[in-house]
């Protein structure tokens, strides 16, 4: 294959900001329709890019259309329908985060493009900034030892602004709040570097209630998903995490910071200095206490929609093209989990 036709399902801002400029810039990716459910969102999102046909109908495009793969950008409840459609129509998929709006529907998607044997693609970016990926390489190099403790946060600010009652703070849309946009990243993190959660006990909160509904200065509506979740639980290869997701950290806009402790080194990661990683490594550091900067190189330099459509022209096997539905999978485990676990006010087994 010399070229992959790509299909667009939901032309919000993540796929106009990433999505489609990445795919663009790849140079061996055709873009054929855009499909949003909201003919004008699509109409603009085909002419902004040069897209040749949209429309509101994601199915009579598929039909009509032929593509090799899709993307989907849509908000978190539509996730399954145009998953299950694309699949059904044999093509290769890649679906925002979180995976499914919730877990049954995670493991009906997992299920069938394991069964169509498609690859599969879920956007978690912070895999490709550099410094995660230079992490992630130290630790698969044994430099970081056994690792015993993953400890982070994720933090925003912008619930604490007078911004509407947007779709992601309306559980029958978004399904949760932080958990699924903020937190499901410091999951999809800890799976690449330490791998699975097994247990936790998680806590969740919602500070900032109600919310002005769209077009209205006066008229309020009711915020009925989490602003916050913390989290403690065990790996399943024994190490401890520490996790927490916010939308309502005054003064951050989008900051993230992981440290990753093992028996023989520990790393920083912070999104804020994504070429570089805080490093304790080796015998010689470890006795003194000290901390020093390594720098990412340039083949930790990934661009993410790339890695999906290189998947699909070399015919890679679906399992090494990640973070695939499994990874998706995953985390919609431990965010499952979460909220059992904070419903219930107890520790609950993942999965």
Excluded at 33 to 61: E, I, K, M, Q
Excluded at 81 to 109: F, T, W
Excluded at 176 to 201: K, M, V
Excluded at 275 to 298: F, H, I, K, N, Y
């Amino acid at each position: 294959m010399d070229r992959v036709r790509i299909g667009v399902i939901g032309c919000g801002g993540i796929v106009k900001a990433v999505h489609l400029p990445q795919l663009q810039s790849h140079g061996q990716a055709d873009v054929l329709w855009c499909a949003d459910v909201d003919a004008g969102a699509a109409r603009d999102a085909a002419g902004r890019f040069g897209v040749p046909h949209s429309g509101t109908d994601f199915r009579a495009l598929l039909r009509e259309h032929p593509v090799d793969a899709v993307t989907i950008g849509t908000p978190h409840n539509a996730h399954h329908d145009a998953v299950m459609a694309a699949l059904e129509a044999g093509v290769h998929v890649c679906c925002e985060k979180p995976l499914a709006y919730n877990l049954s529907q995670a493991q009906e998607m997992a299920g069938e493009a394991r069964r169509r044997g498609v690859i599969t693609f879920v956007p978690f970016s912070y895999w490709f900034v550099p410094a995660a990926r230079l992490l992630n390489d130290l630790i698969d190099a044994g430099e970081l030892g056994e690792i015993l403790h993953v400890t982070g946060y994720y933090a925003q600010g912008n619930a604490l602004g007078r911004g509407p009652l947007a779709w992601r703070y309306q559980k029958a849309i978004a399904g949760s709040g932080a958990l699924g946009d903020l937190a499901s990243h410091l999951f999809s993190l800890t799976s690449l570097w330490a791998g699975p959660i097994a247990r936790l006990t998680a806590q969740m909160k919602t500070f900032v209630h109600q919310r002005r509904l769209p077009g209205s200065e006066t008229e309020m509506g009711t915020v009925d998903v989490d602003d916050d979740v913390q989290l403690i639980g065990e790996l399943a290869g024994g190490g401890l995490v520490n996790l927490s997701a916010s939308r309502t950290y005054t003064g951050r806009g989008n900051y993230q910071r992981v440290e990753v402790s093992g028996r023989e080194g520990g790393a920083v990661y912070d999104n804020s200095k994504p070429d570089e990683l805080s490093v304790c490594l080796g015998r010689a550091w470890r006795s003194r206490q000290a901390w020093g900067t390594l720098p990412a190189g340039r083949q930790h330099r990934l661009t993410q929609m790339h890695v999906f459509v290189n998947g699909i022209l070399t015919g890679k096997a679906p399992a090494e093209v990640r973070p695939n539905f499994e990874v998706g999978l995953e985390v919609q485990k431990v965010m499952d989990a979460a909220e059992r676990s904070a419903a219930a006010g107890a520790w609950v087994d993942v999965g």
